[in-house]
Nanobody, 124 residues
Framework: QVHLVESGGGMVQAGGSLRLSCAAS????????VGWFRQAPGKEREFVAA????????YYSDFAKGRFTISRANAQNTVYLQMSSLKPEDTAVYYC?????????????????WGQGTQVTVSS
């Protein structure tokens, strides 16, 4: 079992930055691939970025490339999502998820464990 807790969300003006954190605890949590997804009201959950172990990834969605950076601090069992040049359309609840294969993936079906999410609101 892996327990994930997101933090770092909040409200920011367009053009600003936020860093989200995903802290994992549980058995061999540092061996998992981790992905970030987001869901805006009335929209489907969509892939943002993912990072695996053993050289897999990182992977980014098209809208995240060049603006978002995913990284992991294995000693702290934490994965970060640094977001910059934020736009109002980035407003959503951001979730992190753990993939037991360790590869990371853009498909939400490949993830077994999910956090509760953190709200990101970007004002224009």
């Amino acid at each position: 079992q892996v327990h994930l807790v997101e933090s770092g969300g909040g409200m920011v003006q367009a053009g600003g930055s936020l860093r989200l954190s995903c802290a994992a605890s549980g058995r061999t949590s540092s061996a998992y691939g981790v992905g970030w997804f987001r869901q805006a009201p009335g929209k489907e959950r969509e892939f943002v970025a993912a990072i695996g172990r053993w050289g897999f990834g990182p992977y980014y969605s098209d809208f995240a490339k060049g603006r978002f950076t995913i990284s992991r601090a294995n000693a702290q069992n934490t994965v970060y999502l640094q977001m910059s040049s934020l736009k109002p359309e980035d407003t959503a609840v951001y979730y992190c998820a753990a993939d037991v294969s360790g590869r990371g993936s853009s498909r939400y079906q490949d993830y077994e464990y999910w956090g509760q999410g953190t709200q990101v609101t970007v004002s224009s």
